[in-house]
């Protein structure tokens, strides 16, 4: 009992350190010189970044294809409120998000990189229209969100 109790002391002594670790994650699109930024998200630990690019990439790949809601209609269950979809003229980019989303080597190797403190960046290309879509990562504190 009185472990708890210190442990949750050190806690409400030390909010700062707490907000401090904090992880950004960013998904931009770009055709040419044209960038936009289609979703952000702050999260407290790496996990959780790693989590939200995985599902931007699963939801970006399964919306491929689909066609766009109807006016006053809720979106299907295959969009997103954080990521809107990207209509991509091969297939090659969702396959390739997927992958990446769905592999475990794959995500091993992204939570190192967070581990490690380095960015984390995984691009996707559609050649057929120049269209580059990049899902990233990385560590940050509360008063610094871009990398």
Known sequence: MEAAAERLRALLRSPADHERAAYAAEVTLSVGQ???CLGTATVRNRRLVLLWLRRQALRLA???GNPAPPDNDPPPPTTTADVPPVLFHSSDAPQTLRHWATTGQLQDDAIRTL???FPLH???LD???GLSLTLAGWHTTPRHRHP
Request: net charge neutral; glycine share 6%; no cysteine.
């Open 122 to 124: 995984f691009t996707v």
């Open 127 to 129: 050649p057929a229209v």
């Open 62 to 64: 399964n919306a491929h």
């Open 115 to 117: 581990e490690a403190g």
């Open 34 to 36: 044209r960038h936009a």
